[in-house]
């Protein structure tokens, strides 16, 4: 019930905005984006609490991306401005009731919804 869009290919120092449509019951819980370079583990981006619109961002992105939440709480965006080579990566967008330590982490345990990545490319 997780379905991202916004994805594609941009040059180095462009911006892109993803999106992703969750369709399930809506309650208090936890959206984030991931990402996954060929060859890397999955880390995570940028979340945001359904509850209240807490966000929390990687170091890396921290200033150049921002994740938003509508509200009606069912479509959580992410502008990514200043793309870096480095951003090149599949995105994906979860879901789940995390802890607080997971949301912090951006462990992966607390996220039980995943929709199926949208590729980025930097160039």
């Known amino acids: 019930p997780l379905v991202e869009s916004g994805g594609g290919s941009v040059q180095v120092g462009g911006s892109l905005r993803l999106s992703c449509a969750y369709s399930g019951k809506t309650y208090s819980y936890c959206m984030g984006w991931f990402r996954q370079a060929p060859g890397k583990e999955r880390e995570g981006v940028a979340n945001i609490w359904t509850n209240g619109f807490r966000s929390h961002y990687a170091d890396s992105v921290k200033g150049r991306f921002t994740i938003s939440l509508d509200s009606a709480k069912t479509t959580v965006t992410l502008e990514m401005n200043s793309l870096q080579p480095e951003d090149t990566a599949m995105y994906y967008c979860?879901?789940?009731?995390?802890?607080?330590?997971?949301?912090?982490?951006?462990?992966?345990?607390?996220?039980?919804?995943w929709g199926q990545g949208t590729q980025v490319t930097v160039s």
């Open positions: 979860a879901a789940g009731g995390v802890s607080y330590n997971e949301y912090m982490s951006f462990a992966r345990r607390g996220y039980t919804v």
